[in-house]
């Protein structure tokens, strides 16, 4: 992993919780053809985003328990093309914008897999376009 382009923060694992509901940026050393290649200048390193839910939920589409009190969502860890590097001010953005986006069918007990697969686009570029 090439350090001086991660932001020390992102290993802390930087996440947004709204009730029962968590959506978190991981670094899983990821770029942009699979892993993240520090020798090759076209490509970053980028951060996975995840979402789970409290297990006292008890929302049906999970991948279990992770033994922290909370259950991964089924199909909703996607690598983004938010780099690792991303200043946390624009990574708290990014999580408040996923957060809008799968709360609401999270609360209703819908499916969120389609919605995570959009959100997987987001990017600082892309900024203008997320939920205030």
Request: charged content about 25%.
């Amino acid at each position: 992993m090439s350090e001086d382009k991660i932001n020390k923060e992102i290993l802390n694992e930087p996440s947004l919780v709204r009730g029962d509901v968590r959506v978190s940026f991981v670094y899983c050393e990821e770029g942009y053809g699979g892993d993240y290649n520090p020798e090759d200048p076209d490509d970053d390193p980028l951060l996975r985003m995840d979402v789970a839910v409290r297990e006292e939920m008890n929302y049906p589409h999970t991948d279990g328990p992770n033994g922290d009190g909370w259950e991964n969502v089924s199909s909703s860890s996607y690598c983004t093309g938010m780099p690792a590097y991303a200043e946390m001010s624009v990574l708290n953005k990014a999580l408040e914008h996923i957060m809008g986006v799968v709360h609401g069918p999270l609360m209703r007990g819908e499916g969120i897999k389609r919605a995570c697969q959009f959100l997987s686009w987001v990017n600082p570029d892309n900024e203008v376009n997320w939920k205030r």
